[in-house]
């Protein structure tokens, strides 16, 4: 089973970029789906984004659709989440999850410790 690790996360002003990556542990890495989750203060954690081990099919929640972009590298066992046009209501604790058997946005077996995304105006 891999073990994943989120880039740090950071305070950013409202229209900002800004990019997450998850670096995977172990060699089974591009067998999973990868996926990034959030949960806003005071709400439940929600799907943002997911993509397939080969990264040729990606799906997103509505609200972050055209303005986030999930990629993956296999040859270094990372995923990313490019976030741009940021609003007050991305801010949230992000985690990156896995799956190697079924759907990450169903069933993650494997989750990243969190990172915080601060959204200013």
């Known amino acids: 089973q891999v073990q994943l690790v989120e880039s740090e996360g950071g305070l950013v002003q409202a229209g900002g970029s800004l990019r997450l990556s998850c670096a995977a542990s172990g060699r089974t890495f591009s067998s999973y789906t990868m996926g990034w989750f959030r949960q806003a203060p005071g709400k439940e954690r929600e799907f943002v984004a997911a993509?397939?081990?080969?990264?040729?099919?990606?799906s997103y929640t509505d609200s972050v659709k055209g303005r986030f972009t999930i990629s993956r590298d296999n040859a270094k066992n990372t995923v990313y989440l490019q976030m741009n046009s940021l609003k007050l209501e991305d801010t949230a604790v992000y985690y990156c999850?896995?799956?190697?058997?079924?759907?990450?946005?169903?069933?993650?077996?494997?989750w990243g410790q969190g990172t915080l995304i601060t959204v200013s105006s």
């Open positions: 999850a896995g799956a190697r058997y079924g759907s990450v946005r169903i069933r993650p077996e494997v």
């Open positions: 993509i397939n081990w080969s990264g040729d099919s990606t």
